[in-house]
């Protein structure tokens, strides 16, 4: 397990050393100068100052790519918690081939799905919105979702809930002290991975957004696009995208590790 962690932390720390040197080359194992020894002479902001500056659009693009995964996120747990609640618990014909519906956008290649929502998009003047790009990255966190949330269900025995009920407990009772302290973790994992999906989408984000709509995962693909060679400035945006990310998934393990069971 200390293997793994190690070997999962090797590239952040790359990420991390790269995201501050100004020249690192071949030899070196660490930057022969620094961004903060450079910049005392630079004309132009440079590293992190033109990060920060309002030219590189950076702040914006994550402070983009922050709200529109967490409004995702919170209808998509509106839509997919209800259907996660049928497919877990009851019993109707043509239950599999729903589940199997929910499956196909992981099937399919998004590529493919981002063309035909594109042509949807401009048909009903979504296209170029934030609206219309917070609407195609339900397409990638949907399926995952419902996939996460149904196995969540499914670990829930309702039989509680009416014993619960038939001791007085009102719905409202019943959810709060009772399917949410068992559910908790189970939907905390799913919110955290809708959230990653949204943030990470990049295809679908270029294709709707038609250059109107920049997140930091477009940001960074575009500057990839330019070589693939890993600057400082682009290795900033690369962390910028992931250190939120690792910031949530220590958040959620924290409290995951403080919570207790049916605690009210």
């Not at 519906?101 to 003047?125: D, K, N, R, S, Y």
């Not at 001791?167 to 949410?180: F, K, P, S």
């Not at 973790?185 to 949204?198: D, H, I, K, M």
């Not at 679908?204 to 330019?226: P, Y």
């Amino acid at each position: 397990m200390r293997f793994a962690a190690v070997g999962a932390a090797v590239p952040f720390v790359a990420l991390g050393v790269a995201a501050f040197a100004f020249r690192w080359g071949w030899p070196d194992l660490l930057p022969s100068e620094w961004w903060w020894t450079a910049r005392e002479r630079a004309r132009l902001p440079i590293g992190w100052d033109y990060l920060a500056s309002p030219a590189s659009r950076a702040l914006e693009g994550l402070a983009t790519s922050a709200v529109m995964a967490a409004v995702v996120t919170l209808v998509g747990l509106a839509l997919a918690w209800p259907a996660a609640r049928v497919l877990a618990h009851e019993r109707f014909r043509g239950r599999a081939l729903v589940e199997g519906a929910f499956l196909v956008p992981l099937v399919v290649p998004e590529l493919a799905i981002g063309l035909g929502l594109a042509a949807w998009a401009t048909q009903i003047g979504a296209a170029g919105t934030l609206w219309g790009v917070g609407l195609v990255h339900l397409v990638p966190v949907l399926p995952y979702l419902v996939r996460t949330l149904t196995a969540v269900e499914r670990g829930f025995d309702r039989d509680l809930a009416d014993a619960a009920r038939v001791h007085g407990a009102t719905a409202w009772e019943v959810v709060w002290h009772l399917r949410l302290p068992l559910l908790g973790p189970g939907v905390a994992a799913a919110t955290l991975f809708a959230y990653l999906v949204s943030v990470h989408v990049v295809v679908l984000t270029v294709l709707i957004g038609q250059g109107r709509v920049e997140t930091t995962a477009v940001q960074l693909f575009a500057r990839l696009g330019g070589g693939g060679l890993l600057d400082p400035i682009t290795a900033g945006l690369a962390l910028l995208l992931t250190l939120p990310a690792l910031v949530l998934l220590v958040v959620l393990e924290v409290a995951l590790r403080r919570r207790t069971p049916l605690a009210g």
